[in-house]
């Protein structure tokens, strides 16, 4: 079955702290990998995307981690802030077409001073 | 880079009545746009893929008659929701692929829907 489980499924750190976000996925065949930040009322917004070849990727301070192998992805966010406070999806996209995502529950931040 | 406008961002209306909720990709064309549905603390799921020019493809359990869709252009998907109950009430969400980026996905802003 084709899942994508993110933990923890809330954190809680203070402002400045670094802080790391792990996804896990079972989805074949693989085709990528994305994390997006989704702020309270809002869409999702793209943060990086990876292919099965890419094992790391940053944005600003956000980095992403791939493993391929053992399926597993991680979102590490350095000297957190305020607005980083919201919801990190992980989503996996299957091959064989647009309509092929596969979204995790996302973490829920909480960036406190 | 992309970008998905979703309106409106928020909507009241009141039961038995339709809301059209529309999304435009304003710089590039989309052939294939989907919408999403999001409950609190949940993640997306997706209920329909809409298809420039054809019929949209519904998840299961989602009701096309209720749920109409349609993506009469390159630019435009719109999403009615036809006699509206409070059990409607949801964040909408719209997103469309823009070829040109690859696999690249953009996601509109959202629609809170709340029907009383």
Known sequence: KNQVEQSPQSLIILEGKNCTLQCNYTVSPFSNLRWYKQDTGRGPVSLTIMTFSENTKSNGRYTATLDADTKQSSLHITASQLSDSASYICVVSRQGGYNKLIFGAGTRLAVHP | ?116
């Open chain 2, 1 to 116: 880079g992309a970008v998905v406008s979703q309106h409106p961002s928020r909507v009241i209306c009141k039961s038995g009545t339709s809301v059209k909720i529309e999304c435009r990709s304003l710089d590039f064309q989309a052939t294939t746009m989907f919408w999403y549905r999001q409950f609190p603390k949940q993640s997306l799921m997706l209920m329909a893929t809409s298809n420039e020019g054809s019929k949209a493809t519904y998840e299961q359990g989602v009701e096309k008659d209720k749920f109409l869709i349609n993506h009469a252009s390159l630019t435009l998907s719109t999403l009615t929701v036809t006699s509206a109950h409070p059990e409607d009430s949801s964040f909408y969400i719209c997103s469309a692929v823009d070829s040109s980026l690859g696999d690249g996905y953009t996601f509109g802003s959202g629609t809170r829907l709340t029907v009383v």
